[in-house]
């Protein structure tokens, strides 16, 4: 396998490894959304009016 080859290949991996961590940050993202959206809904009546 060539230098170039190599770094390709190299290339590849992080590639692949940059689209998991994407998704996962994704998925993490939709889920923080989630909670604080709960948190909101169940903190809401406790919140006096001005």
Known sequence: MTNREQTCTHC?????ENE?????????LAANQRLLDAIAV????TIPNN
């Open 12 to 16: 590849d991996e992080l590639a692949a």
């Open 20 to 28: 998991r961590l994407r998704q996962t940050a994704h998925v993490l």
């Open 42 to 45: 169940w903190t809401y009546p």
